[in-house]
């Protein structure tokens, strides 16, 4: 894995602690939500759930010793699954998540690791994976209870 305090010049690494959640599970939500509400709608149980699960893995993005974002990632023998890069909206567009992604494949490039990602259809960071150089190596396709143009099915209580 990356080391844990790498310095990658404009940013540096860290373990997440209790209170970043404070500030990182709004952020996600507000990142997930737009690229997950029109696919599958949005369950903010469900999305707490998945946030609390991934939690303690991620580590936090500094910039200047501020909280830029967070980064997720899983090492297998031969790869790296690079589950996500969250940036707060300050932190955008600026070139920041581009060179993280970059600084993920020079690490799996020098330990001879694939690079794999999963990014929802409706992503527009779809635009910059393929700048860097991923491509899809199979497509995972669904279909909704009543299909895509049907109304969500209530949920049975439980």
Known sequence: MIPDHP???RYTLRDVRDADEAWMWPA???ALRPYVEPLFGWDEQVARYFFDKSFPKRRVI???NQSAGWLE???ESDW???HEVGLLPAFRSQGLGEQIIRD??????????????QVLVTNPARRLYDRLGFRATHLKMSRPPGGWDAEPPDKPAG
């Open 62 to 64: 500094e910039v200047a």
């Open 28 to 30: 996600s939500r507000e």
């Open 73 to 75: 990632l899983a090492a």
């Open 80 to 82: 790296l699954f690079l």
């Open 7 to 9: 310095e990658h010049g």
């Open 104 to 117: 993920v494949q020079a690490f799996g490039d020098t330990q001879g690791l694939h690079v794999e990602l």
